[in-house]
T-cell receptor, first 115, second 116 residues
Framework: EPEVTQTPSHQVTQMGQEVILRCVPI?????FYWYRQILGQKVEFLVS????????KSEIFDDQFSVERPDGSNFTLKIRSTKLEDSAMYFC?????????????FGPGTRLTVT | AQSVAQPEDQVNVAEGNPLTVKCTYS??????LFWYVQYPNRGLQFLLK??????LVKGSYGFEAEFNKSQTSFHLKKPSALVSDSALYFC??????????????FGRGTSLIVHP
């Protein structure tokens, strides 16, 4: 069964540094998402992406964040200048369709630790 | 606004016993409801969803969930738990009409531990 993959599994960085989290969505999916989960809290939506542009974004997704699909397979989340509060598990997801009834397929997550 | 609550951080059950993982939701209109499971070192995996129709929804691995509109609940159930069911379970809700947004709201997850 095809899966969403994410690298790295764990990233440790110093406050103020830039990080790039990478995802390879399922190959025939067209809609891509980033979520995060701070330890013990809810899974929070960050951004959705379709046709090389952002479809929706949450209040969390401020100017420090950006997303890109640099080639036909990768989907990346960049945090420009990390803060301590960015420490979380970041999940990438993809879906075939964008309608509300369609389920999403998630990667295993990247644990980001900002020190 | 849509929201979902999973009131239990952890559920413990003995193998062979029935299990229930609770989820309640809040939406202005009608909901679409989802359950996902996350095994260690894996992504969230879709289990089942309620869109419309029969209130009892059957999904993967013998799981089912019952949509209860009056109680605004969508509890996940299984008649006989297996040790391999031990994982993190996430409930999600999406309001059927919310101004063009297609994004579901997730709960914080419930850890299910099945003891041999």
């Amino acid at each position: 069964e095809p899966e969403v993959t994410q690298t790295p599994s764990h990233q440790v960085t110093q406050m103020g540094q830039e990080v790039i989290l990478r995802c390879v969505p399922i190959s025939n999916h067209l809609y891509f998402y980033w979520y995060r989960q701070i330890l013990g809290q809810k899974v929070e939506f960050l951004v959705s992406f379709y046709n090389n542009e952002i479809s929706e974004k949450s209040e969390i997704f401020d100017d420090q964040f950006s997303v890109e699909r640099p080639d036909g397979s990768n989907f990346t989340l960049k945090i420009r200048s990390t803060k301590l509060e960015d420490s979380a598990m970041y999940f990438c997801a993809s879906s075939e369709e964008r309608t509300a009834t369609y389920e999403q397929y998630f990667g295993p997550g990247t644990r980001l630790t900002v020190t | 606004a849509q929201s979902v609550a999973q009131p239990e951080d952890q559920v413990n059950v003995a193998e062979g016993n029935p299990l229930t993982v609770k989820c309640t939701y809040s939406v202005s209109g009608n909901p679409y409801l989802f359950w996902y499971v996350q095994y260690p070192n894996r992504g969230l995996q879709f289990l089942l969803k309620y869109i419309t129709g029969d209130n009892l929804v059957k999904g993967s691995y013998g799981f089912e969930a019952e949509f209860n509109k009056s109680q605004t609940s969508f509890h996940l159930k299984k008649p006989s738990a297996l040790v391999s069911d031990s994982a993190l379970y996430f409930c999600a809700v999406r309001e059927q009409s919310s101004g063009g947004s297609y994004i579901p709201t997730f709960g914080r997850g419930t850890s299910l531990i099945v003891h041999p």
